[in-house]
């Protein structure tokens, strides 16, 4: 008599769907991260901003007063002159290169239409600025 063999039940789990979902969402989240991350990171203050550290380098300060121009402090030595957009942004960009941790600071006035101020802040973002801080006033008491 002819006795056929029993198959044993295999143990092994088939991973091949699974591998074919993690591709899928792959190529999704790799589509749609650039979408979602679009824009100048900026962390904005809020009323009672904290002061930079004591210990920490005197910050570069770009500012942009109330005709619209651009100026450069740095440390304590100031540039009185106006300078043009391209300007800032290569000289904030030779100085983050010699000193990467520096902090940086945009101080506009108030009547500044708030493009001008996104506009600076992208030159120093493409200058190499890692993050951009906003200079503000203490709010006045009641």
Not at 6 to 31: C, G, K, Q, S, T
């Amino acid at each position: 008599m002819y006795q056929r063999k029993r198959r044993r039940p295999v143990a092994e789990i088939n991973v091949v769907p699974y591998i074919d979902v993690m591709l899928v969402l792959l190529i999704i989240f790799m589509v749609t991260a650039p979408i979602v991350s679009q824009g100048v990171k900026v962390e904005l203050p809020q009323g009672n901003a904290e002061t930079l550290p004591p210990d920490s380098k005197p910050p570069i300060v770009a500012s942009i007063d109330a005709a619209g121009e651009y100026f450069l402090n740095v440390g304590s030595s100031s540039n009185s002159a106006a300078m043009d957009l391209e300007q800032v942004s290569t000289e904030v960009g030779a100085l983050i290169a010699l000193e990467p941790l520096r902090p940086v600071v945009v101080k506009a006035d108030r009547s500044i239409p708030y493009e001008s101020v996104i506009q600076l802040m992208i030159s120093l973002q493409s200058a190499g600025v890692p993050a951009v801080g906003l200079m503000t006033d203490s709010p006045k008491e009641k």
